[in-house]
């Protein structure tokens, strides 16, 4: 069975760092693309981030201007997501996710809020 | 970017009903179009891929159309699990862009 675990997500004040990590396995991860997609409180899906299966390419959505990392270390089965230079608007909920065809498989998301 | 629009924003429906939402691109993304469901406090559910392909296990009263700039998802007979916010999804050149979405809710 395919899973996708998130964890790292919590309470952080405006300016500060959050590492999410995506623990992956029932699937080989390492031939996979994947992806951080996020989700405001009462809001649509935005996507923020994509790495390809070897790392080779990573893509962001412009609205993040550089403060997001997207990692993975195919070793452990596991993605990352670091953070820094919270805003307030950064607060939701981050789901992790394979592509293929389309964003296949979901983790059950992880909650980030930014406020003071 | 590209953008996406999806109608309508709500959608009242009783069971058995035909439901059709719309989404339309900025500008083309060829077929490289997805269709998702997501229900409250859950992650959400790939429906539809490359504009018309049903996901493996996805009930086949759910379908997709379309091409270049406009694409549809119909559910042929509205089923009481079926009410959900659906989103629409585009891929091109390394970018992905979701709809807003359209709640579908019981009538």
């Known amino acids: 069975e395919v899973q996708l675990v998130e964890s790292g997500g919590g309470l952080v004040k405006p300016g500060g760092s959050l590492r999410l990590s995506c623990a992956a396995s029932?699937?080989?991860?390492?031939?996979?693309?994947m992806n951080w997609v996020r989700q405001a409180p009462g809001k649509g899906l935005e996507w923020v981030s994509s790495?390809?299966?070897?790392?080779?390419?990573?893509y962001y959505a412009d609205s993040l201007k550089g403060r997001f990392t997207i990692s993975r270390d195919n070793a452990k089965n596991s993605l990352y997501l670091q953070m820094n230079s919270l805003r307030a608007e950064d607060t939701g909920i981050y789901y992790c996710?394979?592509?293929?065809?389309?964003?296949?498989?979901w983790g059950q998301g992880i909650l980030v809020t930014v406020s003071s | 970017d590209i953008q996406m629009t999806q109608s309508p924003s709500t959608l009242s429906a009783s069971v058995g009903d035909r439901v059709t939402i719309t989404c339309r691109a900025s500008q083309s993304v060829t077929n490289w179009l997805a269709w998702y469901q997501q229900k409250p406090g859950k992650a959400p559910k790939l429906l539809i891929y490359?504009?018309?392909s049903l996901e493996s296990g996805v009930p086949s009263r759910f379908s997709g159309s379309g091409s270049g700039t406009e694409f549809t998802l119909t559910i042929s007979s509205l089923q009481p699990g079926d009410f959900a916010t659906y989103y629409c999804?585009?891929?091109?050149?390394?970018?992905?862009?979701f709809g807003q979405g359209t709640k579908v809710e019981i009538k």
């Open positions: 996710a394979t592509w293929s065809l389309g964003f296949d498989y």
């Open positions: 790495i390809s299966s070897r790392s080779t390419n990573i």
């Open positions: 999804q585009q891929y091109n050149t390394y970018s992905w862009t």
């Open positions: 029932g699937f080989t991860f390492s031939v996979y693309s």
């Open positions: 490359k504009a018309s």
